[in-house]
C-alpha cells in the first residue's frame, strides 16, 4: 500500500511495504491513487514521493514474474504516468535503496534527492530481465547512452556521490530525508518543469557503431545470457523511436524475457542463494535459533596462494588477520601476493588507494604461533595433509583461549578426523574456500559431529560479513563441492581415454556455458595439487596407486593426469599441462601434439580401442555423472536441500546461472529421462561406480514433482 498524509501544502506519499517497499499491487494501486489525490487537491502545491523505514524502493515483487507476463494492473508505468503529467513538481525522496522498479518511480518524479548512502541501479539483467518500467527509455534521456548502457547491461548499484555526477540525482542531503523531501519540494514551486520531464527529452545522437561494439563486448563479457543483448536492444530503441514507439519496443523486449528459459533459471539462482542462508543441522539446531560469536579478530595460518587469499578477504573487511607463516621467506612472498591483488583491486576500481593502504594496517604478519593467542577465529591453509593438520590443532588447542574457533580449509579431509586432535571438538569446523580466494565467491562451511551451532552460526555470519555466498554441508570425504567434481572430472578423463581430445572435451563445456573447459581448470591449478590430494588419498586407504593401476577395488581408473605430472608438465605454472603456454605464467592455452601422442602410447599400453565420441555423449557423461553424485549426496543428508548444491556449483564452478545450476537443470531435463540414462550409463559401464544409480533419483523419478517440493519430501521421509 501507499500512505497519503498533507503537510500545508505538500503532499507526502509513502511507499509501505517494508523492509525493501517491493512494489506489489497494493504499493501500485496505493501510489496510483495518492498521485490521483495529490493532483486532484487545489491545496496542494507539490507532492514528495518516498518510502517507509530504510529504504525508497528495492523494485518489483520478483515472486509476481512466476505467474507470467500479465501482471495485475496498475503496473508501475500506469501508476508513474500520473507524476509525469503533472503540473505539480514531485520529487523523489530516496534513502537506502531505489532499485530497479523502485529507480523507475523517481526517474518519473520531476526531481531527485537522496541520502549520501543511498543505492540507485538496474539489477533485473541479473535475474533474467531488462527494466520493464520506462528504465530503458528514460534513463538514456537522463544522463546519457554510455553511461545508461553501463549501469543497465551490468546491473550494478551506484553511489549517491557517482549517481550525483551522472545526473541522477539533483541534490544529496545530510538530514532526515523526508523532512529534506518537503524542504526541497517547496524550493521548486512555481519553476518550468517542461525540461524536467524525461519522455520530452532529446536524446542525444549516437552512431550505430557504439552499439555494434557494445553488443560485441557485451557477448564476450556475459558469455550465453541473453538478457544484457536485449537490454542493448531496448536501449537502442529509445535513440532510434520516438518516446511512445520505444516504450512499446521495451515493454516486447520485457515480456519476452519474462517468458523465457534463462530468466526462470536466473530466478530460481537468485533465490537460491538467499536460502542457502538458511541452514539446518541434524539436532534441529538452525540459523533461526544459533546466535554466532562476534569475530573482532582473526589468524590465518599459512601464506601461500590460498592462505594469503584468506587474509585479503579478512582485512578487506576491516577484520583485524595474524598471518602465520613458518617461514620468512614465505611470509614476505605471501605478503608481497596480497599487495599484488590489492593494487589490482585498486586498478580495477573496486577500491581506492587508501582503502588498500588501511587493509594491510591491519594484517600483522608472523612466523611466530604465540602471535594467535588472543584471536577470536583460526582459519588453517596448510597443504592438504592429515596428519599435519592433525599436528597443528593440537598446537593451537593450547595457544588459543577456549572460545577460539577452529577452522580448516581443508578440500577434502573428514573435519571430524582433524577436530580429534583438539579438547575442543565443538569448536572446529571447515571453512572451504575457493581458488582464488581472494575472488571466488562460495565458501563451503562443513560441520562434524561434535560442531556446535554457535560455531556454524558464526563461519556462515563470517562468510556473509567478508563477501562470500556460504553454504553449509556435512563432513564426509571430499564434502559435496569436490565430491561432485570427482565424477566429472573422472568422466573427462575416461573420454580422453575412450576416443574424445582433452580439447573437445573443453570445447563442449565451454559451448554449454561453463567460463573454462576442465582440462583447462586443471592446468590452472596445476596438475600436482590433484597428483598430491590423490596419492594422500590412496595412502589413507592403504592403495598402492602405481601408474599401471587399471581398477582399484573394482572401480575403473584412469591416471592420464598423473602421467603428465611425472613428465613435469604440471600446467600454467610450468608452462605445459593439458595445453602448452609457452613459457610458465602465460595463460594462453595451445593444444598440444605431445599431449596427443601420450594419450596415444597410455591406450596403446592398455590396448583400449579409441572411436568417436560425439558431443552430446561428452555432455550427458560429465553432467550426468555429476548430478547423480548430487542426488547421492542429497540422499546422505550432505545438504539439505538442492539449492545448497546449485549455489555451489555456480559460485565454485562457474555453472552458468542461465541454466540454474545442476539439480535444477536434472529438474528442467525431467528427472524420469535423468535417471533412464544413467541406468543406461550403468549397464554400459558397470565398472565405473558413480554410474550406480541414486536411489532418491529413482524415487523421485516416478513423480512429477518440481524442484521447489523435493526437499520437503526429502526432509519428511515421505514414500514418493
Known sequence: MANYTKRDEVAVIELNNPPVNALSFEVRSGLQNALKSAIDDQDVKCIVIHGKGKNFSAGADIKEFGAGTKQQKPW???ACRLADESSKPVVAA?????LGGGLEVALFCHYRIGTPSCRVGFPEVQIGILPGAGGTQRLPRLIGVNSSIDMITSGRHVMAEEAMKLGILDKIVTEDIIEEGVKFAKSVVGLDLAHRILKNRKIEAVSPKVFDDEISRVKKKYKGYIAPLFCLK??????QLPYDASMEQELQLFQHLVGSNQAKAQQYAFFAERTSARWQLPT????????PLPVKTAGVIGAGTMGAGIALCLIT????????EQDQKFLEKGIKTMEGDLRGSVALKKMTAEQAKKAMLILKPSVNFEDLHDVDLV?????????????????????????????????SLDIDMIAEATKRMDKVVGTHFFAPA???????????????AETVATVMALGRRIRKVPVLVGTCESFAANRMLHPYVTEALYLVEEGASPYEVDQVLEDFGMPMGMFRVSDLSGLDIGYKVRREAAKRQGIDLTLGTRFVNGERVCLLADVLVEKGRLGIKSGKGWYNYGSPGKKEAIPDPEVLDIIEEHCRKFGIKKQKISSQEILERMQLALINEGFRILEEGIVSKPEDIDVIWIYGFGWPKYMGGPMFYANEMKLKNVYRKICDFHQKYPFSIHWTPSKL???LSETDLPISNWTSLINSNSKL
Not at 530516496?94 to 531505489?98: H, L, S, Y
Not at 531496448?234 to 535513440?239: D, G, K, T
Open 76 to 78: 508501475i508505468t500506469d
Open 94 to 98: 530516496i534513502a537506502g535503496t531505489a
Open 234 to 239: 531496448a536501449i537502442q530503441a529509445s535513440v
Open 284 to 291: 534441529g539446531a538452525n540459523s533461526q535459533n544459533a546466535s
Open 317 to 324: 573487511s576491516g577484520i583485524p588477520t595474524v598471518l602465520v
Open 379 to 411: 582459519i588453517e591453509a596448510v597443504y592438504e595433509n592429515l596428519a599435519l593438520k592433525k599436528e597443528i590443532f593440537a598446537k593451537l588447542d593450547k595457544i588459543c583461549q577456549p572460545q577460539t574457533i577452529l577452522c580448516t580449509n581443508t578440500s
Open 438 to 452: 581472494y575472488i571466488m565467491k562460495l565458501q563451503e562451511n562443513v560441520y562434524g559431529k561434535n560442531t556446535s
Open 697 to 699: 533419483l529413482a524415487r
